[in-house]
């Protein structure tokens, strides 16, 4: 998932930027920002790579998910057990007058159900999205990704095949109006794509009539965001393997109550250390619709215990990711171990 470094400055910026989440009252860019100066509004000389453990729990218990996220269910039938060499690394710079954001997702593991084991070696997934500044809104101007993955096609597998390993090639390209939309899928895992493959390209026209941001720069962005209790953003990304725009809604977590939650979360091996502290702010991005549910909850920094702590904290630094996993199997969890 994500990589970037930042550090606060008492400044506000200069022009009141907003973004008009649709729906909901226009929300803040934060005085906080991923470089020093938070109140540039052309792009800023960046260059941050952050990279976390991968973990997985099957988030059934308090003792699995902690205050972070919901529980799940939990399914009997299907569990993961993450293997050696897997890891999230995700990198910000700036090439030819735009953000470049690249992210690289290993994962190695067992998958366990009813009756045997299915072994992963080497899945993959991999983006790199170009977009403009916080004077543009960080409105993306290309987005290329490839993936090759395996998973379970049933809640509850009986054997090898109950899995199929796929793999894609996708380009989003960002006109002023519309996008343009190419798809390739492996040889081999063709089936799985037709109707993708069969209609590329394809154009999502209007992708940026109402508020936009691209899903694979989500994270990212929102670290730029004023976390308040009212911070309720709807906003627009295209589904490339439906082919259509969907809403999505980013939120920061509550209690019960309803008021803002923040958490304490500790990192175990931060930057070498045996432990930091760090006062943490949820945000949760979920889809929309009859069949709206959680994407990913990513806690972002927004304090620590010591002076150390307190400047890695300044920078939004998202240090803990939980994705939801398939037939609600568990979370993957990403967890930041160093900034660079």
């Not at 159900?113 to 543009?136: A, C, L, M, N, P």
């Not at 089936?191 to 999502?204: A, E, F, L, W």
């Not at 304090?303 to 939801?324: M, N």
Request: aromatic share 12%; net charge neutral.
């Amino acid at each position: 998932m994500n990589k970037k470094r930042a550090a606060a400055v008492a400044a506000i910026l200069s022009a009141a930027l907003t973004v008009g989440c649709s729906g909901n009252q226009s929300v803040n860019f934060d005085k906080t920002y991923w470089d020093e100066n938070p109140s540039a509004t052309e792009l800023v000389n960046v260059h941050e790579k952050l990279t976390y453990s991968v973990g997985f729990t099957k988030g059934t218990s308090a003792e699995d998910v902690g205050e972070y996220v919901p529980r799940t269910s939990g399914n009997e039938n299907l569990s993961f057990t993450v293997g050696e060499g897997s890891s999230y690394v995700a990198e910000l710079s700036v090439e030819d007058g735009l953000y470049v954001y690249k992210t690289v997702l290993t994962v190695n593991g067992v998958y366990t159900y009813s009756g045997g084991t299915k072994e992963i070696s080497g899945d993959y997934t991999e983006t790199t999205v170009k977009f403009k500044g916080i004077k543009d809104k960080f409105r993306p101007v290309e987005t290329v990704k490839k993936a090759r993955n395996t998973t379970p096609v049933s809640t509850a597998p009986s054997g090898d095949g109950s899995f199929i390993t796929s793999g894609y090639e996708l380009k989003i390209t960002y006109g002023e109006k519309d996008a343009t939309v190419e798809f390739k899928a492996d040889d081999d895992s063709a089936d799985i794509y037709r109707n993708q493959t069969g209609r590329s390209p394809y154009v999502i026209k209007n992708y940026g009539k109402k508020d936009y941001i691209d899903n694979e720069t989500a994270v990212l962005v929102f670290r730029a965001f004023a976390y308040t209790e009212t911070l309720s953003c709807s906003y627009r990304s295209i589904e490339p393997f439906k082919g259509v725009l969907e809403t999505l809604q980013a939120t920061t977590v509550s209690d019960s109550s309803g008021a803002q939650k923040k958490s304490e979360v500790i990192l175990k091996s931060f930057m070498g250390a045996n432990e930091r502290k760090f006062t943490a702010q949820g945000v949760k991005f979920a889809t929309q619709g009859s069949y709206g549910q959680p994407v990913l909850y990513a806690f972002y920094s927004v304090d620590g215990d010591t002076s150390s702590t307190k400047t890695y904290a300044a920078k939004r630094l998202p240090l803990l990711i939980y994705q939801p996993a398939i037939f609600n199997s568990g979370y993957f969890i990403y967890t930041l171990e160093s900034v660079n």
